[in-house]
């Protein structure tokens, strides 16, 4: 019986795994698809990771490198597909090494991260030729297989890999002609709108949307036109770009097949599954991190939070299950979702750690956490957006006896 | 010197290859794109009707309801998707349900098995998620889903395992009596069969100025994430009334639904574009039969082109001695194609050509679909072939060893499209996001193709701008 | 006042910098403030990017700049990454190219091949 199996060998999977063994499992085991670790962090040359865990700007291979030499006494399959995960804690895989496997483990972490949204997923309309890219496959094609996909480009979606993307392909000689944004602010990380569109002069147009793609059998160029405050397109504000390259930036949903075939409730506000403190899922003994549980910006965080649930699963596997009384949080106004939804208080130690994302851009607000109309604490913050992931830490001692607990902005008084 | 030569590799072009290999004919067929089922036939509603619609004593009655049953025993034989989910016509309204008794009588009337009304609970019990508002409906138990492209393909594979000379990228751009002229060269036949689809019109005139007016009809669609399976049970379609044909909502044999199409008149044949408007149609078209559906769940919207004319009716008949144009064939065509492919041989023995049926041809075919097989299947089959435990498509769980299956059929694909329609790698959720460039990859391992050359599906559609940086 | 959003971590600080005395207000750290200084004086940017590797295990190794270059010489960077092809092993740290472009900074290798 292997104590803990992790599913995913990206940072998610890589920090839980090596957290699980640090925190006494024995026999760990992670389960990676593709042909070597690291994930999506292969791909993502570019500079910026770990500077909270680090204190270093790294780039993604260099970030996933930090873990995978701290995998002594952890095993790893990889090329390897799981294909189903029960209740029980069964992990059905297949592989071209092993064939069609059966593995049982005492406890399991989901880290199988998230996939893109696609051009179906927000029905662009016109024709539909080649050329039409999720920014992460562009990004495959450009930084494994050192494939360029065209030469000009039109982004839509302002999302950091879009903007990354942006930038990646002018320096390789490409010209993108525009990024465009469907809401009036950006989805990606301000510094990204500075550093990949600003320094190229690669216009930004905020509330706009590609209303249709033209080229039979590549793209030809796209008509873009401006939003209303209803994010309809205005009729009579359409302009054509000739491009021969669309790349979508529109967003990232958690990849949660496996999670809903083992039957664990999913939270329709993140896509992915309901989690205690500890990362558990409403399967017991199933534990989840990283973008399958909802999608980060920073992988400092993915980290942080996959090492909190590699811990629980080890505790798990050595017996000593999660008990006790369950606060529910509620996201209160302005706020579009919390991780964890679930906090059981005699499990969190001094402290709860709460992320979460607000609806809209705020200035000078105050972040509450209340018990009915009772303030629990309050957090002033200058700035906030939706593309920027928000933490606060809750005192425990000052929970109380509540048994639901609402995250709000509110206005600074 | 051909006996036969076909025009078109549509579903009906390779359903008449098929039936025709099966006789000591030397027969070829010409396709102007780099792979079968390039046109209408990729891009439809994917229904075997059952046959109610036609008007009776038609030949599309006749051809429908003769193509509904082959259909059920071709798709076993030849190993392709289809799925008998019955069909329910709903009626919202008195005025429908006077439409739904007289489509019951016109099929009665057509010959088709097992038809039904249903009142309103017993529509309910059958598809729980429909309108309170639809009032009555009419039961086909026999009209089921297909893969359309597996279908044509079928069907050109095994005619050419039977002999059938394929000539791929190779548009027909004349015919001169016995002569069919292309960019390529020219081909004596004592038959030529045109099955151009919405190109019917255009082919027909190298012989003949057609007597019918080509209405190319466009219709788009949104095809539903797996999650949304079970919305629908069977294929549910509104009555036809003044406001136009209604729209359907139906599994597809894949394990998606697909809902749609509008119906709009079109000057461009070539125009397969979607719009806002159309797709609006759609949507709110759709919420009338299932008010739950859940249409942020699509994945992918397209549109066909049907060949409509100003005739009701399949358009089938001897334009000059030597030319047999199957013209018109707009739905039930899918459903029709086997049928159709008999009348074509019928009408070619009428007009005097030999036909005796060769001694033995192949008339099977079978595919190894990793995901259906049992575990113990599954690990035999990766002990003999290890590149059957490496899932490329994630979301359809499609195997390496599939993809390279595809390059050993008869009409190996040379595009991402060909072999997303010979193995659904990239039909899924993430629409190839994922496994796109790896399929690319294994493209270039089994066919030589350089990865800047290889296409995502017709000419000119290249995946990369240029070589390796 | 230049107003400027910091890059140097993703946090993204929003800066105002005084154009005459370089003064920046709106940072959460020391190296906000360079930031604001130096984008107004001589602006630098890290470039990563990928060199052609032979015999490895993937044909594209990633590579970075190992502090920031000037703004201007980006173009000039690519050009000379352009050049190169290494041949596995390769280590995560090796220097690519030493002093690149006489900016006196070196292009380091980010992935083991």
Not at chain 1, 299 to 309: F, L, N, Q, T
Not at chain 2, 325 to 339: C, E, R, V
Request: aromatic share 6%; glycine share 10%.
């Amino acid at each position: 019986m292997i104590d803990v199996i992790v599913i995913g060998g990206g940072p998610a999977g890589l920090a839980a795994a090596v957290s699980a063994r640090d925190n006494g499992a024995e026999k760990v085991l992670i389960i990676e698809r593709d042909t070597c670790l690291g994930g999506i962090l292969n791909q993502c040359i570019h500079n910026g990771f770990g500077l909270h865990r680090f204190k270093e700007e790294l780039s993604g291979p260099e970030y996933a490198s930090r873990y995978v030499e701290q995998l002594e006494n952890i095993e790893v399959l990889t090329d390897t597909m799981v294909l189903e995960v029960t209740p029980q804690r069964v992990v059905r895989a297949v592989s071209r090494e092993n064939g069609y496997i059966e593995l049982e483990a005492k406890a399991i972490v989901l880290a199988m991260g998230c996939r893109e949204r696609t051009r179906g997923a927000i029905s662009i309309p016109g024709d539909r030729p080649a050329g039409v890219y999720t920014a992460g496959a562009a990004q495959r094609y450009l930084n494994i297989e050192g494939y360029m996909v065209g030469k000009n480009a039109v982004i839509l979606g302002s999302g950091d890999i879009g903007l990354i993307m942006a930038r990646r392909m002018t320096l390789e000689g490409a010209k993108v002609h525009a990024c465009v944004e469907l809401m009036p602010y950006s989805g990606g990380l301000t510094r990204n709108i500075v550093q990949c569109l600003n320094d190229f002069d690669i216009p930004l147009y905020l509330a706009h949307t590609i209303t249709r793609i033209h080229g039979k059998n590549r793209v030809e160029g796209v008509t873009i036109a401006k939003v209303g405050p209803d994010r309809k397109p205005i009729a009579g504000t359409e302009f054509d770009i000739e491009c021969d390259t669309v790349l979508l930036s529109v967003g990232l949903i958690p990849e949660n097949e496996l999670t809903r075939g083992a039957g664990i409730p999913i939270d329709r506000r993140t896509n992915g599954a309901f989690v205690y403190e500890n990362m558990e899922t409403l399967s017991e003994g199933i534990f989840a991190c990283g973008n399958v549980v909802h999608v980060h910006d920073l992988v400092d965080y993915v980290s942080a939070e996959s090492e909190r649930a590699g811990a629980a699963a080890a505790k798990y596997a050595l017996g000593s299950k999660a008990a006790g009384r369950v606060i529910t949080v509620e996201n209160g106004e302005g706020v579009s979702y919390t991780v964890p939804q679930y906090i059981r208080p005699e499990n969190c130690g001094k402290t709860a750690s709460l992320f979460f994302r607000v609806r809209n851009v705020y200035r000078n607000v105050r972040i509450t956490v209340r018990n009915g109309e009772k303030l629990v604490a309050s957090f002033n913050r200058e700035h906030m957006a939706p593309g920027e992931m928000e933490s606060i830490v809750i005192p425990v001692s000052l929970v109380g006896d509540a048994e639901k607990l609402t995250v709000s902005i509110e206005e600074v008084k | 010197m051909f006996d036969v030569i076909i025009i078109g590799g549509g579903v009906i072009g390779s359903a008449a290859a098929y039936e025709l290999t099966k006789y000591n004919l030397r027969v070829a067929l010409f396709e102007k794109e780099n792979d079968i089922a390039t046109g209408t036939t990729k891009a439809n509603s994917a229904i075997i009707h059952a046959g109610y619609d036609p008007v009776p004593g038609s030949l599309t009655a006749r051809l429908n309801v003769r193509g509904n049953e082959l259909a059920h025993e071709i798709c076993k034989k030849l190993d392709v998707p289809f799925k008998e989910t019955g069909s329910v016509v709903c009626a919202f309204g008195e005025e429908d349900d006077a439409t739904v008794k007289k489509l019951y009588e016109r099929g009665v009337q057509n010959g088709v098995p097992g038809l039904r009304i249903l009142n309103k609970e017993e529509l309910r019990a059958l598809e729980p998620n429909i309108s309170e508002d639809a009032t009555s409906a009419l039961y086909a138990p026999t009209a089921g889903v297909i893969s359309p492209w597996e279908y044509a393909l079928a069907f050109a594979e095994t005619a050419v395992v039977n002999g059938l000379e394929l000539h791929l990228c190779e548009k027909v751009t004349d015919i001169k009596e016995n002569t069919v002229v292309t960019e390529k060269g020219e081909y004596g036949a004592k038959y030529i069969v045109a099955a151009a689809g919405v190109n019917c019109a255009e082919v027909e005139g190298y012989v003949k100025e057609p007597d019918f007016v080509l209405k190319a009809n466009k219709g788009e669609y949104f095809l539903l994430d797996k999650s949304a399976f079970g919305i629908v049970n069977t294929v549910v379609f509104q009555c036809p009334n003044k406001n136009g044909k209604g729209v359907l909502i139906s599994p597809t044999v894949h394990g998606n639904i697909i809902v749609g199409p509008n119906a709009e008149g079109v000057s461009d044949k070539t125009d397969i574009s979607t719009t806002a408007q159309g797709l609006d149609f759609v949507r709110n078209a759709a919420y009338k039969s299932v008010p739950s559906l859940n249409l942020s769940a699509n994945i992918r919207n397209f549109a066909g082109m049907r060949a409509n004319t100003n005739e009701e009716d399949f358009i089938i008949r001897f334009v000059s001695p030597q030319f047999l144009s199957l013209a018109g064939i707009k739905s039930p065509g899918l459903a029709s194609a086997p049928a159709i492919a008999e009348y074509v041989c019928e009408l070619l023995k009428d007009a005097g050509l030999e036909m005796s049926k060769k001694e033995t041809y192949t008339d099977s075919r079978s595919v190894i679909r990793f995901k259906e097989l049992t575990a113990e299947e599954k690990n035999a089959l990766i002990k003999k072939d290890p590149a059957y435990g490496r899932v490329v498509c994630r979301c359809e769980i499609i195997t390496e060893g599939e993809i390279n299956a595809t390059f050993k059929t008869p009409i190996p694909p040379v595009s991402i499209d060909g072999v997303k329609r010979r193995c659904n790698a990239g039909m899924g959720r993430c629409q190839g996001g994922f496994c796109a460039p790896r399929v690319l990859d294994i493209i270039h391992k089994n066919t030589g193709i350089p990865k800047e050359k290889i296409l995502k599906d017709k000419e000119g559609s290249y995946v990369l701008s240029g070589g390796a940086l | 006042m230049a107003k400027l959003i910091c890059i140097v971590c993703p946090k993204g600080c929003h800066l105002t910098v005084d154009e005459t005395t370089f003064e920046v207000v709106g940072n959460n750290c020391p190296r906000g403030a360079a930031y604001g200084k130096a984008e107004l004086t001589s602006p630098t940017r890290v470039i990563t990017s990928t060199v052609k590797v032979e015999k490895g295990d993937i044909c594209r190794c990633p590579v970075r700049t190992k502090g920031a270059i000037p703004k201007g010489k980006m173009f000039d960077v690519m050009s000379a990454l352009r050049k190169v092809t290494l041949v596995s092993p390769v280590k995560i740290g090796d220097v690519v190219i030493p002093n690149v472009c006489d900016t006196g900074i070196d292009v380091i290798a980010t992935r083991n091949v």
